[in-house]
Antibody, heavy 118, light 106 residues
């Protein structure tokens, strides 16, 4: 069965970095983009960026420039999100999601809570 | 980038029909998707390409998209449909989500 399995919850101090993993199973990892979406407590969904597992190319909004790194390791069917210089406002549940070929997200990970607190 | 506007909350009685709107500039020229999110769960795709349902999504969920508004309609709403609903479309190769609508079944 197709699924995206994410790493466990993290607690970080302001200024630290965090890496979240997303392992795909049940389908060909390199066939679809992996996107990352986060959700702050009680808030809506915020798109963070994408990673093409076949080519390694990535993209993300300007507001994350310099802080966000998206990578993938096709040998273990895993995508990674790394966010640096964490702020309290980065406290959120981070989701990875598979982009279907027709522009929607058809498979989501279970989410990883990242809490930033001093 | 464009914005998608949804009503923050909508309520419906069990068995009734409810519509949730999503407004954006020329949204009808793009494909709209809808996601359902229940507390503590990840979003679930329920409508894609304006009106198509993924396998396993009940037929009571339907969608439409025209002009500046996409609409999610739930017919014969059940208590299990109580959740947050998000619309999503693409703008300049960037996915945009609506702010979400909390559906209460009372």
């Amino acid at each position: 069965q197709e699924q995206l399995v994410q790493s466990g919850a993290e607690v970080k101090k302001p200024g630290a970095s965090v890496r979240v993993s997303c392992r795909a199973s049940g389908y060909m990892f390199t066939n679809n983009e992996i996107n990352w979406v986060r959700q702050a407590p009680g808030q809506g969904l915020e798109w963070m960026g994408w990673m093409n597992p076949a080519s390694g190319t990535t993209g993300h909004p300007q507001r994350f420039q310099g802080r966000l790194t998206l990578t993938g390791d096709p040998s273990i069917d895993t995508a990674y999100l790394e966010l640096s210089s964490l702020l309290s406002e980065d406290t959120a549940v981070y989701y990875c999601a598979r982009r279907a070929h027709h522009d929607f997200f058809d498979l989501w990970g279970h989410g990883t809570l990242v809490a930033v607190s001093s | 980038s464009s914005e998608l506007t949804q009503p923050p909350s909508v309520s419906v009685s069990p068995g009734q029909t409810v519509s949730i709107t999503c407004s954006g500039d020329k949204l009808g020229d793009k494909f709209a998707s809808w996601y359902q999110q229940k507390p503590g769960q990840s979003p679930l795709l329920i409508i894609f390409q304006d009106y198509k349902r993924p396998s396993g999504i009940p037929v009571r969920f339907s969608g439409s998209n025209s002009g500046n508004t996409a609409t999610l309609t739930i017919s014969g709403t059940q208590a299990v449909d109580e959740a947050d609903y998000y619309c999503q479309a693409w703008d300049s190769n960037t996915p945009v989500f609506g702010g979400g609508t909390k559906l209460t079944v009372v």
